[in-house]
């Protein structure tokens, strides 16, 4: 079935420019109503699959396929299907909204009457009603990325492409657009880019971390917490002797490394790395329960996507363009 096929299917794409690789045989996925993150570092190759994606940008070589439509030989069939919002965000700064989103909707080839009703219909998604005939250019920034976004939307795309959409922005502006790519979201699919950590972790379900024009991790956002905290260290804030904790956890199975601290009064901070991932909390409530001792904190680690990028990351040589 047709609606079973994915949004986007990418197979080796290459894009070589004189004297470097932008991106290095990208393979990769997007279903139909997934929200997925480009995650990298500048020139780690996100911009450029993108332009690639919304045919603006020729590859090398590999292939790349939207809604079933090839990008390279059916590009206007592809662009039907997208709405794109690059990181300049290029808007006729003199042109008022109303006016620049009807512009645009005729562009993309809507009627005269169907290109009035998605205006209005775009204004109001995107919280735009109360500057609709106000000029671009004295606008915020934040109201211009919307604009940008209604742009996006405005002949009901089928995925949803966003290079950097909160960049510049103020943490108030952030959260509005943030919220606004959540609703997105339900009815959309959309593919986002960004080098900011907390962006995909807040609004997409699933991630792929680019490093110099490879991907180095795909897959869920708490999947991928999940595999890394597999080595989650467990800390313990225990009423105990150091030499009775030392004693009573020296020798335990599952247990690579243990540090014992001092912290006040009584307490001491036991630190233990698992050897092979075991999630060492139970173990560690049944010696303080044997003990009869006072236990007052018992944490897991957690990795944050920031974790993971430098954890994928680390070793490898300075990223590319």
């Known amino acids: 079935m047709e609606s079973a096929a994915p949004m986007i299917e990418v197979q080796d794409l290459t894009k070589r420019y004189p004297g470097r690789t932008a991106v290095d045989g990208l393979s990769f996925t997007v279903g139909r109503g997934e929200v997925v993150g480009f995650l990298g570092p500048n020139g780690a190759g996100k911009s450029t699959t993108m332009r690639i994606l919304a045919c603006f940008l020729p590859a090398t070589s590999g292939t790349a396929r939207v809604a079933g439509f090839d990008v390279f030989h059916e590009p206007d069939e592809v662009r039907r299907r997208i709405g794109y919002m690059p990181e300049n965000n290029p808007l006729h700064l003199d042109m008022r909204v109303r006016e620049y989103l009807k512009f645009r909707a005729r562009l993309k080839g809507l009627s005269w009457r169907r290109s009035r009703g998605q205006v209005d219909a775009v204004l109001q998604q995107c919280g735009l009603t109360g500057v609709e005939r106000r000029i671009i250019g004295q606008l915020s920034k934040g109201y211009r990325q919307r604009v940008g976004l209604a742009d996006a939307l405005v002949h009901e795309p089928d995925l949803i492409i966003l ?159």
């Open 163 to 321: 290079d950097e959409p909160t960049i510049g922005l103020d943490p108030h502006q952030i959260r509005a657009v943030r919220s606004l790519i959540k609703e997105l979201g339900r009815s959309h699919t959309v593919l986002l880019s960004t080098h900011i950590m907390s962006e995909v972790e807040m609004t997409c379900s699933r991630v792929l971390i680019l490093h110099q024009g490879r991907i180095l991790a795909a897959d869920r956002t708490e999947d991928l917490e999940r595999r890394l905290s597999m080595d989650g260290q467990v800390v313990a804030e225990i009423a105990a002797p150091e030499a009775a904790l030392i004693e009573a956890f020296r020798d335990l199975p599952g247990i690579e490394r243990m540090e014992v601290t001092e912290l006040d009064g009584e307490y001491r901070r036991l630190s233990l790395t698992p050897s092979q991932g075991a999630d060492l909390r139970p173990l560690v409530f049944g010696q303080v329960s044997q003990h009869g001792w006072v236990l007052r904190e018992l944490t897991r680690s957690r990795h944050s996507l920031e974790d993971i990028f430098v954890h994928l990351t680390q070793g490898r040589n300075r990223p590319g363009n």
